[in-house]
């Protein structure tokens, strides 16, 4: 869970679902969620990913749910490329959005 630093509405996500620290491709992230929370709400799913995208560069994401007065950011990974490999990585998120 991240918390930002301001409340901002969420314009989109930056992501990087691919392998780090010299792990093998199999750990990329396959699957994920996105979650956004106001400073006093519930979780909501901003995001639900469930194919694989390119690891080694930062997709742009665009929220449809969840983007107004945002001051938590939560990032569940649900599933690597491969069950037999027991890592699952992910190698960036960025926030972005306007106040």
Do not use: M
């Not at 080694?56 to 107004?68: C, R, V």
């Amino acid at each position: 869970v991240v918390k930002l630093p301001a409340t901002i509405d969420v314009t989109s996500f930056g992501v990087d679902p691919g392998e780090t620290c010299g792990d093998l491709p199999e750990a990329a992230t396959k699957a994920f969620d996105i979650y956004t929370r106001t400073a006093t709400g519930d979780w909501v799913l901003a995001w639900h990913q469930t194919s694989l995208l390119a690891g080694g560069t930062l997709t742009t994401l665009d929220p449809k749910t969840g983007t107004h007065n945002v001051r938590f950011v939560r990032l569940v990974l649900r599933r690597n490329v491969s069950a037999s490999n027991p890592l699952v990585d992910f190698s960036e998120l960025s926030v972005r959005g306007r106040t």
